[in-house]
């Protein structure tokens, strides 16, 4: 299961949870809640690790294409070194090399972004999925928090004995 997963788990809880009567509050069992909070806890540095992997298979995907660059550049050096006597051969040499080299740059700066692009898409899908719960905690809160005022205002109306 991933964090999705858990923190869906925890609003059909809420959702599913018994109705008090003539109220907008609800009983949740607060341990089951608070073993879903703690299994997201859990799963968060192991999301945010998969995330890392991401960009360090980014980073693994640039060297290697600085690696190839390197190399295609190398040999159209070394091209370049044994037609040295052909002046227009030796500018193509040149010229194609600068391309290769540019284009390998080109590559890997959009890899760079589209990996980045992808990383901020699943920081912000976590992003919205924490908000939710959050936003579904502090409307728990604020039921119990209006069930404690009402209880507390009809103590303050009761009749006094005697």
Request: some cysteine; aromatic content about 2%.
């Amino acid at each position: 299961m991933d964090v999705h997963d858990k923190l869906d788990e925890l609003s059909n809880l809420i959702e599913s949870a018994r109705a008090m009567p003539m109220s907008a509050s609800c009983v949740v069992n607060r341990g089951q809640v608070l073993d879903l909070l703690d299994e997201v806890r859990s799963m968060l540095p192991h999301s945010l690790a998969k995330a890392d992997d991401v960009l360090a298979d980014s980073e693994d995907i640039v060297l290697a294409a600085q690696a190839d660059a390197a190399e295609i550049v190398a040999r159209g050096q070394e091209e370049q070194r044994r037609l040295v006597s052909e002046h227009e051969v030796y500018r193509s040499a040149v010229a194609e090399a600068d391309a290769v080299r540019a284009d390998v740059e080109a590559e890997a700066a959009r890899m760079r972004r589209e990996t980045d692009d992808y990383v901020d898409a699943k920081l912000a899908n976590f992003e919205v999925a924490l908000n939710k719960t959050l936003a579904a905690v502090q409307k728990g809160r604020d039921k119990i928090h209006g069930r404690h005022a009402y209880e507390e205002l009809g103590e303050h109306d009761a009749p006094l004995p005697g």
